[in-house]
């Protein structure tokens, strides 16, 4: 990445301390180890490429050379936000859509972790946490943007179509603009987690809202049923029957298949 435009765009955030890596495995990997050593209040560990980038539930993230973004930040969660930390995925979700709001993109929210652009994932969000006994003492937020189209992993490695902002917009997109842009909305959303109006701005944002969709629970079990919305953790709503709603807690969703 360009070092001066880096230095240039996070020096205009409040951030705590910024380790840059050409190459690591995971960002994530890092800033747990980091946070777990007393790292401060948002501090943020960014690479030009991970060989060991994560997803969830063990599964892989792509991050080539110099095409995409990958960071993680820390948060030492405040006392009032201890309750909302299950938002915290939202938040960083939102914080993309505005930034590609801003750029006249309109992007949805794939519940739980995965920004879609034209229906395709363009930005995948791990948050994990790190304990102290009983206590959240740090909470890393990890995000994976594509930026250019070689980005985009080829498509017998996806379980879900993927894209690129380059597809999108058509012109180079500086990384740097966009990861401050990412950073600050987090900021500025952050004092916002615990309000209503915070859920509804993330509801607002969901792909397949009244829709059918497929939701694949933690334990791999299907289930059917219309997307309601959110609870105010976060969690998922589905219609099920007729005056039935379930929530769905950990998992993915598809829209289902049309029979
Ligand atoms: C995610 O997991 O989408 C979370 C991805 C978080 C990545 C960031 S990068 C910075 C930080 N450091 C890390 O090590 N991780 C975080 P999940 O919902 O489980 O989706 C993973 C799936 O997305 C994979 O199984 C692939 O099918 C697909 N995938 C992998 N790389 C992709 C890419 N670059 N673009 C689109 N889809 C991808």
Redesign the pocket.
């Known amino acids: 990445m360009n070092q001066n435009e880096l230095k240039k765009v996070l020096s205009k955030l409040s951030l705590g301390d910024v380790r840059y890596f050409d190459s690591i495995g995971?960002?994530?990997?890092e800033a747990l180890a980091w946070a777990t050593g007393g790292a401060k209040d948002l501090s943020l560990v960014i690479a030009d490429e991970?060989t060991a980038?994560?997803?969830?539930?063990d599964?892989?993230?792509?991050?080539p050379k110099g095409t995409?973004l990958?960071?993680?930040l820390i948060l030492r969660p405040r006392a009032e936000e201890k309750p909302y930390l299950s938002r915290m995925v939202g938040l960083a979700a939102l914080a993309v859509t505005d930034s590609l709001r801003t750029r006249g993109l309109v992007s949805q929210i794939k519940w739980p972790?995965?920004v879609l652009l034209n229906g395709r994932?363009v930005a995948?969000?791990?948050v994990e946490t790190v304990w102290s006994g009983e206590e959240v003492d740090g909470l890393v937020i990890?995000?994976?943007m594509?930026i250019l189209k070689d980005?985009?992993?080829p498509a017998d490695?996806?379980?879900?179509p993927?894209t690129s902002l380059e597809e999108s917009l058509g012109s180079l997109v500086e990384r740097e603009k966009m990861l401050q842009d990412i950073l600050a909305g987090i900021i500025v959303l952050r004092p916002h987690l615990g309000s209503d109006s915070f859920i509804a701005s993330w509801e607002k944002a969901l792909a397949f809202r009244g829709e059918q969709v497929q939701a694949e629970q933690g334990d791999g079990s299907p289930l059917i049923g219309k997307l309601l919305g959110l609870e105010s953790d976060g969690s998922l709503r589905l219609s099920i029957e007729e005056g039935k709603s379930i929530t769905v807690r950990f998992g993915d969703v598809r829209l289902r298949p049309k029979a």
Do not use: E, H, M, Y
């Open positions: 995971s960002t994530n990997s991970q980038g994560r997803g969830r539930l599964r892989k993230w792509f991050t995409a990958a960071f993680s972790n995965d994932k995948g969000i791990l990890g995000i994976g594509n980005a985009v992993p490695v996806l379980t879900f993927a």
